[in-house]
């Protein structure tokens, strides 16, 4: 096992997991078998109870676990199934040693971040490395992204613990990657000092960088890069230059122009391949129409959507279409704009703000023809316009919103269980699909696997009314509603689950293929 180490100076925010990720499609087109590892230094346990309005969306792994959203893009750049052991968490090290300390497995030894942390998190990381493929095949390489800034205090623990993995693994199977800002001042000149200091901490801390990736506005060029070998020791070629790309998915080529596969190789001591193109044909696709789709949500931020986004580009890319969205917020937008586009996503949430405002769009996009994808939240708020408008069952709400008829519940076999977290469906579940419906022709199979992130279902008591009103669940798991759609209309389709998190570039999603389609079909907007 040979590991990419990544670590992260100056300032958050960087893109460091971009370039991780990257750096793993770069090999992987090479033909090696790469993992990915996220090590993620706040005490929470997992992501799951974090509010993505601060820290992005919560991305679901099929295992069920929940996740910080650079797990998926590790598994969009290098398309692989990551587990709960692919992100560590310092709440999930602790954990496990002070569970140990009660079981008495130290036998009387003062328990200490060096060596009783430090050796838990080598073992995690191993563990996580070590993890088959599906196919029983392992990893050749394994990323291991060290998130935060060198110099954080919860940092500290992962550090030291990669430092002494450099010493007990062959030199040949350890590189580590430093990924910095490269300002530039008013006057345009690129500034290395903060490089210069972050490079200092990791030496503090026993850490050598063989390869700095300078992020920066603009291409690095080779003076600024002479400087940077000067003061940071290592060799000018190791200097890569990672100007913000247009497309994050243009990454690997950018960097693999600047040559880094050439040194990781002499680093890692990898034979030389030529890569395939395939990710790169993708990318470079030409866009021949373009779409516009309003997402109808109550979180501002973007980056509550990234897979959602990433699934509406991938099936873009597949069908030359560049999808442009408009964020509208459920709460303020205008009813009347909604005809300015030619589809409407709603897409998952929690809680009852705005609600109201994305039922009014479903209705729109219904009665008018308009292409309508929701997704979980959204196809129960499917449901609920359809048993008010068309089911006659006018206080239609769900069990999460408060008093009326619940047509979406907890179903009972889950009441009783008061943890919030306990009443969760997480991670895959299969979907039987009926056969001659849409999501049979966007499938083209009878059974899917998707994964799941909600507690609430489709009311078993109103299928029948809701079913005789024209609507059709054309695929369940047992008596759980996984899809619904609405014959007669050009595309109405909705997903109890989220296709979004098994969307690969070079695998867009069948529900998000159908549904940028039947945007282009539609076209209103230029
Ligand atoms: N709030 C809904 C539920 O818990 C939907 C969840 C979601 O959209 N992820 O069932």
Request: net charge negative; no cysteine; glycine share 0%.
């Given at each position: 096992m040979k590991y990419i180490i990544v670590t992260g100076g100056v300032m958050s925010g960087l893109g460091k997991g971009i370039t991780a990720a990257s750096v793993g499609r770069i090999l992987k087109n090479r033909g090696y078998r790469v993992t990915a590892v996220k090590i993620d230094p706040y005490l929470n346990i997992d992501a799951g109870t974090m509010n993505p309005a601060q820290h992005g969306e919560v991305f679901v792994l099929k295992d069920g676990s929940e996740?910080?959203?650079d797990l998926g893009n590790y598994e969009r750049f290098l398309d692989i199934e990551l587990t709960a052991s692919h992100n560590i968490t310092t709440g999930k090290v602790y954990r496990t040693v002070i569970q140990k300390e009660r079981r008495g497995d130290f036998l009387g030894e003062t328990v200490q971040i060096i060596p009783h942390i430090t050796d838990q998190i080598k073992t995690c990381i191993r563990q996580a490395a070590e993890e088959e493929f599906p196919d029983g095949t392992k990893a050749d390489i394994c990323l291991v992204e060290v998130g935060g800034t060198v110099g954080d205090i919860e940092s500290m623990p992962f550090l030291?613990?990669?430092?002494?993995m450099r010493g007990e693994i062959p030199p040949h199977d350890y590189v580590l990657i430093h990924v910095t800002l490269i300002p530039e001042d008013t006057m345009g000149d690129m500034k290395t000092k903060p490089t210069q200091h972050s490079v200092k901490a990791l030496r503090e801390l026993g850490l050598h960088?063989?390869?700095?990736?300078g992020r920066s506005a603009n291409p690095i060029g080779a003076g600024t890069k002479r400087k940077i070998s000067a003061f940071c020791d290592l060799p000018q070629n190791?200097?890569?230059s990672a100007a913000t790309a247009p497309d994050t998915y243009a990454v690997p080529m950018e960097m693999e122009k600047e040559g880094i596969a050439d040194v990781l190789s002499a680093h890692l001591g990898l034979d030389r391949r030529e890569a395939d193109t395939t990710w790169y044909r993708i990318v470079n696709r030409e866009y021949t129409n373009r779409v516009t789709v309003a997402i109808v949500s109550k979180y501002g931020i973007e980056d509550v959507y990234i897979s959602i986004k990433e699934s509406l580009k991938h099936a873009g890319r597949a069908l030359s279409t560049e999808v442009k969205i408009a964020w509208l917020d459920a709460e303020r937008y205008e009813r009347c704009s909604l005809k300015d586009y030619d589809g409407i996503l709603i897409p998952g949430g929690f809680g009852k703000r705005g609600i109201e405002g994305k039922i009014e769009a479903i209705?729109?996009?219904?009665?008018?023809n308009t292409p309508f994808l929701g997704l979980c939240l959204g196809f129960q708020l499917a449901t609920v316009e359809y048993a008010r408008n068309k089911a006659g069952i006018a206080d239609a709400t769900s069990e999460e919103f408060g008093e009326g008829t619940h047509v979406i519940a907890?179903?009972?076999?889950?009441e009783g269980v008061n943890d919030l977290g306990g009443t969760m469906r997480l991670g895959n579940y299969t979907a039987d699909i009926r056969e001659g419906t849409l999501a049979n022709r966007l499938y083209g199979q009878k059974q899917i696997v998707e994964r799941h992130r909600h507690r609430y279902e489709v009311n078993p008591a109103h299928i029948d009314r809701l079913e005789k009103a024209g609507l059709v669940f054309s695929a369940t798991n047992k008596n759980r509603m996984e899809c619904l759609e609405l014959p007669g209309h050009p595309f109405f389709f909705a997903t109890q689950f989220h296709p979004e998190f098994r969307s690969r570039p070079t695998r867009p999603s069948p529900p998000y293929l159908g549904f940028v389609e039947a945007c282009r079909a539609n076209k209103r907007t230029s």
């Open positions: 996740v910080d959203l030291e613990a990669i430092r002494q960088a063989e390869i700095i990736v190791a200097v890569i209705r729109f996009a219904r009665e008018n907890i179903l009972p076999e889950q």
